[in-house]
């Protein structure tokens, strides 16, 4: 069964660190592009990161840019999101999510997401 | 950057054809997709390409593309289609995502 399960989330106060996990399973993490994709309470989905498939290459969206950082570990099948200098505006729910490849053909669309870890950050 | 903006709401009845609107703020990047999240779950991709439907996807989902504009269109809605839905789409060059800011459809 394809998915992806994501960990590490949790209450922290301003201005700490927090490593979330996501575990895939089912497929090989390797083949794909990776995001990060966060849903405050009551918002839409916000996206934040994505990884090449090789980690050759990391996207960040600006609010995130200089704190968080997208890794990978191909081998262990593991995607990885370090936020650093937490604020109270990141608190929500994140989701690891996967490019949707239709053939050979990365889409720009996300096919197989976790459940989802909530972060609050709050002192 | 830019924006995907949708109706905040949708209303209809059981059988009736919702019609949920995504408009860009600039002309067309990338192609649309679309999500389906019911309360408490991840996103479900619904329409990819602006109007391919992925495996599973029922039907009664379609979609249309014009100039900026782009409609998501649930045909025979059911009970079950209640959710909130977004539009995303990303820059040409695959290096940022935007996601519209979601439509409540409620079936009444």
């Known amino acids: 069964q394809v998915q992806l399960v994501e960990s590490g989330g949790g209450v922290v106060q301003p201005g700490t660190s927090l490593r979330l996990s996501c575990v895939a399973s089912?497929?090989?993490?390797?083949?794909?592009?990776m995001h990060w994709v966060r849903q405050a309470p009551g918002k839409g989905p916000e996206w934040l990161a994505y990884?090449?498939?090789?980690?050759?290459?990391?996207y960040y969206t600006d609010s995130v840019k200089g704190r968080f950082t997208i890794s990978r570990d191909n081998s262990k099948n593991t995607l990885y999101l370090q936020m650093n200098s937490l604020r109270a505006e990141d608190t929500a729910v994140y989701f690891c999510?996967?490019?949707?490849?239709?053939?050979?053909?990365?889409?720009?669309?996300?096919?197989?997401w976790g459940q989802g870890t909530m972060v609050t950050v709050s002192s | 950057s830019y924006e995907l903006t949708q109706p905040p709401s949708v209303s209809v009845s059981p059988g009736q054809t919702a019609r949920i609107t995504c408009s860009a703020d600039?002309?067309?990047?990338?192609?649309a997709y679309w999500y389906q999240q019911k309360p408490g779950q991840a996103p479900v991709l619904v329409i990819y390409?602006?109007?391919e439907r992925p495996s599973g996807i029922p039907v009664r989902f379609s979609a249309s593309s014009s100039g900026t504009t782009v409609t998501l269109t649930i045909s025979g809605v059911q009970a079950e289609d209640e959710a909130d839905y977004y539009c995303?789409?990303?820059?040409?060059?695959?290096?940022?995502?935007?996601f519209g800011g979601g439509t409540k459809l409620t079936v009444l």
């Open positions: 995303q789409s990303a820059d040409s060059s695959g290096t940022y995502w935007v």
């Open positions: 390409k602006d109007t």
């Open positions: 999510a996967r490019d949707f490849i239709v053939g050979d053909i990365v889409t720009n669309a996300f096919d197989i």
């Open positions: 089912g497929f090989t993490l390797g083949g794909y592009g």
């Open positions: 990884m090449w498939y090789d980690g050759s290459k990391e």
């Open positions: 600039a002309l067309p990047k990338d192609y």
